[in-house]
């Protein structure tokens, strides 16, 4: 009844941007934090960052300063802005939804940042 998909990944060389969007639809009465994590070939799933209901923010050390997180809530949208890319950017990106108590993923899109 839930689904989140993730759109805008791609290949792009480092230094370069791109702009991530989780489109949230189903049957979500209420949406809390939502955020972005990723998974390197060969690595666990990491937190990239997150956004509360409210607009507050929460980044990984590894971008803060090139990644920006963002929320429309009438549209139950969610993006993330990605300059100054490095290859150790590189990985699947998963959107992911706290409502209530249940917490929901997308399928994650493709970011592959060569050198």
């Known amino acids: 009844q839930v689904r989140l998909v993730e759109s805008g990944g791609g290949l792009v060389q480092a230094g370069g941007s791109l702009r991530l969007s989780c489109a949230a639809s189903?049957?979500?009465?209420?949406?809390?934090?939502m955020g972005w994590y990723r998974q390197a070939p060969g690595k666990q799933r990491e937190l990239v960052a997150t956004?509360?209901?409210?607009?507050?923010?929460n980044y990984a050390d590894s971008v803060k300063g090139r990644f920006t997180i963002s929320r429309d809530n009438g549209k139950n949208m969610m993006y993330l802005q990605m300059n100054s890319l490095k290859p150790e950017d590189t990985g699947v990106y998963y959107c992911?939804?706290?409502?209530?108590?249940?917490?929901?993923w997308g399928q994650g899109t493709q970011v592959t940042v060569s050198s």
């Open positions: 956004i509360t209901s409210g607009g507050s923010t």
């Open positions: 992911n939804v706290l409502s209530g108590v249940l917490s929901y």
């Open positions: 189903g049957s979500m009465f209420r949406i809390n934090t």
